[in-house]
């Protein structure tokens, strides 16, 4: 079993920046790949960014240029740094791993609200 704990969200100015973490903790697992996806009011939940092992990343088109996401593989932790925040980017924000023979998680969600 692995548990996902997520970080860093909170209330930010349009314009602004936030940098979200999800650390990963258990027994013997390795993991994939790390992401984000998040989830407005009424909508489905996108995904936001991935990031591969290796270090290989991929974004959504709405995001692209002004986040990033990076991970830490000592520390299984993954990071988003979203910088230019815009009142679309309001949601709640989920870190999600691929563990390699067991599967994928979700952590809880953090909320990150962009004010005008």
């Known amino acids: 079993q692995v548990r996902l704990v997520e970080s860093g969200g909170g209330l930010v100015q349009a314009g602004g920046s936030l940098r979200l973490s999800c650390a990963a903790s258990?027994?013997?697992?390795?993991?994939?790949?790390m992401g984000w996806y998040r989830q407005a009011p009424g909508k489905q939940r996108e995904l936001v960014a991935t990031?591969?092992?290796?270090?290989?990343?991929n974004y959504a088109d709405s995001v692209k240029g002004r986040f990033t996401i990076s991970r830490d593989n000592a520390e299984n932790t993954a990071f988003l740094q979203m910088n230019s925040l815009k009142l679309e980017d309001t949601a709640v924000y989920y870190c999600?791993?691929?563990?390699?023979?067991?599967?994928?998680?979700w952590g809880q969600g953090t909320q990150v609200t962009v004010s005008s």
């Open positions: 258990g027994s013997m697992f390795t993991i994939s790949a």
């Open positions: 990031i591969t092992s290796g270090g290989s990343t």
């Open positions: 999600r791993v691929s563990v390699i023979r067991s599967g994928g998680y």
